[in-house]
């Protein structure tokens, strides 16, 4: 709908995925990368003052594990890590792995959130995931300070779990009553 309302095309595009095992990342990444990509190509909006350009759209795909046993403590152990901390010197064997740690209990140790990078383009390869990520995790509406996980994960997970409460898993809402409005999660 951002593209409509703003009449323009677009040229990348990243998506944070949550609820992906270790084990199933790759066949995941495998069966909604292309599925996405097609859906990428058909976006071309009406009006749009820019025009598609001749490469596909560029596209980074991420993976949030929010149940991981990884914590980081100081080199005494008595701190946990601040929130906004952000450790890049874990690597996974098959993929780019960064952590960051979006909350600072004072009583309890924090638990980072993991973010597997399934896949990156080229063309996405000097934009700072990290960052971009750490800085949606600042931007879920009606909360003060930053959240665990960026908010579009954060918006999808709330929406899930407000449609799972239906007797009919969510099918008797009306979308188009709540179409652009984020308010009620």
């Not at 677009?10 to 995941?28: E, F, H, K, L």
């Not at 063309?123 to 879920?140: I, K, M, Q, V």
């Not at 954060?154 to 407000?162: G, I, R, S, T, V």
């Amino acid at each position: 709908n951002a593209l409509r309302v703003l009449k323009v095309n677009p040229m990348s595009c990243v998506v944070w995925r949550d609820g992906v095992g270790d084990a199933a990342i790759s066949q995941v990444a495998n069966d909604e990368i292309p599925q996405l990509r097609k859906a990428l190509e058909r976006q071309v909006v009406p009006g749009a003052t820019a025009t598609r350009p001749p490469n596909p759209v560029s596209l980074a795909y991420i993976v949030c594990q929010k149940r991981i046993a990884t914590k980081f403590l100081s080199q005494d152990g008595k701190h946990g890590m601040p929130a906004g901390a952000l450790v890049t010197g874990l690597q996974g064997a098959d993929f780019q792995t960064f952590y960051i740690n979006g909350t600072s209990p004072p009583y309890s140790t924090p638990k980072p959130v993991r973010f597997v990078v399934a896949k990156r383009d080229a063309a996405l390869a000097s934009t700072p995931l990290p960052e971009l990520s750490w800085a949606l995790c600042h931007d879920y509406p009606n909360w003060t300070g930053p959240i665990k996980l960026p908010s579009p994960v954060q918006m999808a997970h709330k929406l899930a779990e407000l449609a799972g409460g239906f007797p009919d898993c969510g099918e008797s809402i009306d979308a188009k009553a709540y179409a652009n409005k984020i308010y009620f999660l």
